[in-house]
């Protein structure tokens, strides 16, 4: 595992470094493989990224006919209700992008009234889009997995103690959510970890004592699990709580 932070002075410096990673993971995986597969995060964590890359001039830069969007996570309501990640990215990101294929959207059907059937459809999305079959040994690589942290530790929709947080053989799975909040779907662990990269974005102080925690070494929180090669964590100077190193 090889894990590395990046403190940046405030909340803006972050979501410009953030939309760069993007572009530069992109147009790396178009010139290697032909096309970039990306999951992108909830909450409000990309809001400001999201802007960045719809416009002039990182939007320019990227081939977005050959980007393939998915999801971390997905709140179990509509797909234009407000709390919907889907709805955020296509407001602000996706219904911008020049050349975005329809085909090249890999929503979470979370609206459906079985979470759990609404799982496994999304596992075997991920099977087709890779070429590989919803059961195989080895979870699909996708090029990036952007993620957010909450301030309670969680990453994706993976909470402490769920059960989807020691899930080892599915690569999406139904969860409940702590109340007042909505139940998700999200990728597990295996899916994550199994990504060529990872990208972590953290700001804001009331991140810092779980980020605290994670650096002092604890593995008790969700976000601390994340162990792919090349992960990225970008926080501002709030959530590094001081800290420069990890």
């Not at 990673?21 to 995060?41: K, S, T």
């Not at 059960?163 to 899916?191: F, G, K």
Request: proline fraction near 8%; aromatic fraction near 6%.
């Amino acid at each position: 595992m090889s894990r590395r932070v990046v403190v940046l002075p405030t909340p803006a410096a972050v979501a410009e470094r953030t939309a760069d990673r993007v572009v530069a993971a992109a147009r790396n995986a178009i010139r290697r493989r032909g096309r970039f597969r990306i999951a992108l995060p909830g909450g409000s964590t990309p809001r400001t990224a999201y802007a960045l890359l719809s416009a002039a001039p990182r939007v320019g830069r990227v081939d977005w006919s050959r980007v393939e969007f998915f999801w971390g996570d997905e709140r179990h309501v509509p797909p234009d209700h407000a709390d919907s990640n889907f709805a955020l990215a296509w407001r602000l990101l996706l219904s911008h992008l020049p050349g975005l294929r329809s085909a090249a959207l890999h929503r979470m059907r979370a609206e459906r009234g079985d979470l759990d059937a609404a799982a496994v459809a999304y596992q075997r999305d991920l099977a087709r889009a890779f070429g590989t079959t919803p059961g195989a040994p080895r979870p699909p690589a996708l090029d990036l997995v952007w993620l957010g942290i909450g301030r309670d530790g969680h990453t994706a929709s993976l909470f402490p103690g769920a059960d989807a947080l020691a899930e080892r053989r599915r690569w999406v799975v139904a969860t409940p959510a702590p109340p007042p909040h909505h139940a998700r779907l999200t990728l597990t662990l295996p899916v994550i970890n199994a990504a060529r990269a990872v990208l972590v974005v953290a700001v804001g102080a009331d991140k810092a004592p779980a980020l605290r925690a994670i650096r002092s070494g604890s593995r008790l929180l969700p976000a601390a699990r994340l162990r792919a090669r090349g992960t990225l964590w970008l926080l501002d100077s709030l959530a590094a709580d001081g800290a420069v190193t990890w």
